[in-house]
């Protein structure tokens, strides 16, 4: 069954038309990554999908229910969590308080505080800490942790690994699997493809708010990608 | 023994001032609204007292019960429908709606009760005093409100930061749009502390006219009070707030003991001499972003 359905979907900021006719489904409990260069609409996408805004045109299904105009904070107390781009923590609270935060208007499921230290153990020890005094990688281990605390079923990552290093990349990575092992469905957005490949079980590339080449990572030959990603037209020779 | 007099009278006077200000704060804090129809808030919870307690045969107590909560439905209201939209155009929308809240405030009173004086009655309580040497006496009155706004603070303080409302209402003043990631509806959220802050500035409203007499245009005036009990304690902290009372207070009956046409003056000049000197306020709010 598809827990999300995205049919003809258009979003635009202004003039730019910045999501153009954008369809793509996504199975419970599978993972969608959308890959796409600089300025593909991705993040836009991510944000219509999450209710923070609102599309020019198609439908946004979820669960069955047709939500494209459903406010942010209803599709989040329903199980949709966006780990927003930029990380977004709540720079005057703990780490715990912002996890918990998170847990504001939650469905029930597996997680808490303690479950998510667990995925992330060394929140543990700075739980008390501020917020503010966290490296990059760490915001963005807490923010993903803010955003399981709902218990979603559907979990938006937005460019996680953006102005990370790549040991702390691989660290969330690492944690994805345990997240889908609870059955959360997650369709992230990346730029780094061959981080994308390797956890995704659909891949579906965006070049200027447009989808251009869907498959599964095996099916995919890295120079379809290549030619998706970057517009490129081969000529034949 | 005549300096301990004054220095207990202006603590005791920075309790009402703090539990004045609270709101006042706390609507900045969480909104970065400043609310200029504050001091009318609290003139007009008084004379919704007023009525009650001459109208009917419920008492001040009784009166007040019934007024705290309908101000916190009041503030729910008001944010919901004037201030939140108007949030949306900008920080000078809000200044605007609340100065004309303030008017329409002063003038329906004027309207209602003419421009005569009032004062609340509470019968004995008003000059009952508990006797501590044979100089030093201190008003139950002072006393009771200086509990009062130490309970409001105290609780107000936990709320915000044990309670998942109280959370989520730091979080959303830090950053709305991912709090709406979290479930959270700012309006909610706005309505909420905006009723908090109208139920404080009522009961504030409440103690200030058992105390001293009361007239439809008097509200700025106390609005002044708040404003420097915030700015001298410091921006969007709570305890900075009730320092910042207890200063002002203290300023005021010191004042007042070197000369009484300095009390009010004195009050000013510390204000002045913080904004001059310390701007952040005598305690800064953790908050930064």
Redesign the interface.
């Known amino acids: 069954m598809n827990l999300l359905v995205v049919d003809q979907l258009t979003v635009r900021h202004g003039q730019l038309t910045a999501v153009n006719a954008v369809s793509l489904d996504v199975a419970d409990g599978t993972t969608l990554a959308v890959i796409g260069a600089n300025g593909a609409g991705k993040t836009t996408l991510l944000r219509a999908i999450?209710g923070?805004i609102m599309p020019a045109g198609g439908t946004v299904t979820y669960d069955g229910q047709n939500v494209t105009r459903v406010?942010?904070?209803?599709l989040?107390?329903n199980g949709i969590?966006?780990v927003?781009e930029g990380r977004?923590?709540?720079?005057?609270?703990t780490v715990e308080?912002?996890l918990?935060?998170?847990?504001?208007?939650?469905r029930t499921g597996p997680w808490n505080v303690n479950s998510v230290i667990e995925l992330f153990p060394w929140i543990g020890q700075r739980r008390r800490q501020s917020a503010?005094s966290l490296s990059g990688g760490e915001q963005q281990a807490v923010a993903i942790g803010?955003?399981l605390?709902?218990n979603p079923r559907l979990l938006l990552l937005d460019e996680i690994s953006l102005g990370l290093s790549p040991v702390a990349v691989q660290g969330l990575y690492a944690a994805l699997p345990d997240i889908r092992a609870a059955g959360t469905t997650v369709l992230l957005v990346e730029q780094d493809v061959s981080q994308a490949l390797r956890v995704a079980d659909r891949v579906l590339c965006l070049l200027e708010g447009r989808p251009v080449l869907t498959g599964s990572p095996a099916e995919l030959t890295p120079e379809a990608i290549e030619t998706a990603y970057f517009g490129l037209t081969r000529r034949a020779s | 023994m005549i300096w301990v007099n004054a220095i207990v009278q202006g603590l005791l006077l920075g309790g009402l001032y703090a539990l004045f200000a609270c709101g006042l704060s706390l609507m900045f804090g969480v909104m970065r609204i400043v609310n200029l129809a504050h001091g009318d808030m609290a003139v007009l919870a008084a004379f919704l007292v007023y009525s009650i307690i001459i109208t009917t045969p419920i008492g001040v107590l009784g009166a007040t019960l019934i007024v705290l909560p309908l101000f916190a439905v009041f503030g729910y209201l008001v944010q919901t429908g004037i201030l939140s939209p108007a949030l949306r155009t900008g920080p000078l929308s809000t200044l605007l709606a609340t100065f004309g809240l303030s008017i329409v405030i002063q003038n329906a009173l004027q309207q209602g009760y003419s421009a005569d004086t009032r004062a609340l009655d509470v019968g004995s309580l008003v000059s009952a005093s508990l006797h501590i040497t044979g100089q030093l006496s201190v008003a139950y009155l002072s006393l009771i409100t200086f509990g009062l706004a130490i309970v409001v603070l105290v609780a107000l303080q936990l709320f915000l930061s044990r309670t998942g409302t109280g959370r989520i209402m730091r979080a959303t003043a830090d950053d709305p749009e991912a709090a709406t990631l979290s479930g959270a509806n700012p309006r909610h959220v706005y309505g909420i502390a905006t009723a908090i802050a109208f139920a404080t500035v009522a009961l504030a409203g409440l103690m200030f006219a058992m105390q001293s007499s009361f007239s439809p245009s008097i509200g700025p005036t106390r609005l002044i009070f708040a404003f420097e009990a915030v700015v001298i304690g410091g921006l969007g902290s709570l305890w900075g707030t009730l320092v910042g009372g207890m200063v002002l207070g203290l300023a005021q009956t010191i004042g007042a003991q070197v000369d009484p046409a300095f009390t009010l003056l004195a009050g000013h000049l510390i204000f002045l001499a913080v904004l001059a000197f310390r701007p952040q306020g005598l305690i800064a709010a953790r908050r930064t972003a």
Do not use: C, K, W
């Open positions: 999450a923070t406010p942010a904070h209803r989040a107390a969590r966006l927003p977004r923590l709540f720079p005057s609270l308080e912002n918990l935060a998170g847990a504001y208007r939650r503010r803010r955003a605390m709902g």
